[in-house]
């Protein structure tokens, strides 16, 4: 008996299965949004739980062309505290994780960190931290009471790249 068209149906099958499962909505995993002001549940404080980047940059060994990156963030740690004092929005910040841009080079560590005020525009989801020099934008794709997804389009400025690299990080932070 000739088990091949058996086999075959059976390998599309689960093929079909598999491929059917990663579709599922990964927003069921999510806890429910959450409700009324957004700036009162920051005091509490949240700690980076992953970061995940991609971006492009030129191409080390092949200078006339781009090379495209992503992955996932490596050693991620930090946190950001949110306080009030003498009447300002105080935020004590520190992200640290490292990325692998490219098999070949050396990953990158990307450290920021420091104190500045904070601003939360409501009308478009956008988390200000004032920390002179530097401005550090977040936008907020989800707010829940455990957890925060947050993005952002920061430069990474690394002594070995040789240039400054425009990457997106999509952070998650959880209490």
Same mark, same amino acid.
């Given at each position: 008996? #000739?088990?091949?068209?058996?086999?075959?149906?059976?390998?599309?099958?689960?093929?079909?299965?598999?491929?059917?499962?990663?579709?599922?909505?990964?927003?069921? #995993?999510? *806890? *429910?949004?959450?409700?009324?002001?957004?700036?009162?549940?920051?005091?509490?404080?949240?700690? &980076?739980?992953?970061?995940?980047?991609?971006? /492009?940059?030129?191409?080390?060994?092949?200078?006339?062309? /781009?090379?495209?990156?992503?992955?996932?963030?490596?050693?991620? !740690?930090? /946190?950001? &505290?949110?306080?009030?004092?003498?009447?300002?929005?105080?935020?004590?910040?520190?992200?640290?994780?490292? &990325?692998?841009?490219?098999?070949?080079?050396?990953?990158?560590?990307?450290?920021?960190?420091? /104190?500045? &005020?904070?601003?939360?525009?409501?009308?478009? !989801?956008?988390?200000?931290?004032?920390?002179?020099?530097?401005?550090?934008?977040?936008?907020?794709?989800?707010?829940?009471?455990?957890? !925060?997804?947050?993005?952002?389009?920061?430069?990474?400025?690394?002594?070995?790249?040789?240039?400054?690299?425009?990457?997106?990080?999509?952070?998650?932070?959880?209490?």
């Amino acid at each position: 008996m #000739d088990n091949k068209p058996l086999f075959v149906g059976l390998v599309f099958l689960i093929c079909f299965s598999l491929v059917s499962c990663d579709n599922i909505s990964s927003n069921s #995993d999510l *806890p *429910p949004r959450a409700s009324g002001p957004f700036e009162t549940r920051l005091t509490d404080g949240w700690k &980076i739980f992953s970061v995940a980047y991609e971006g /492009q940059m030129e191409n080390p060994f092949d200078t006339a062309t /781009q090379a495209t990156f992503k992955g996932d963030a490596d050693g991620v !740690q930090g /946190q950001f &505290i949110f306080q009030e004092i003498n009447d300002s929005a105080i935020v004590d910040y520190n992200i640290d994780f490292y &990325i692998n841009l490219m098999l070949g080079l050396t990953p990158i560590n990307y450290v920021k960190e420091g /104190q500045g &005020i904070w601003e939360f525009d409501t009308s478009i !989801q956008t988390l200000w931290f004032y920390d002179y020099p530097d401005t550090l934008t977040f936008v907020v794709d989800y707010d829940a009471d455990t957890l !925060q997804l947050w993005h952002s389009n920061v430069v990474i400025n690394d002594p070995s790249l040789g240039e400054d690299v425009n990457a997106r990080l999509d952070i998650q932070l959880r209490k």
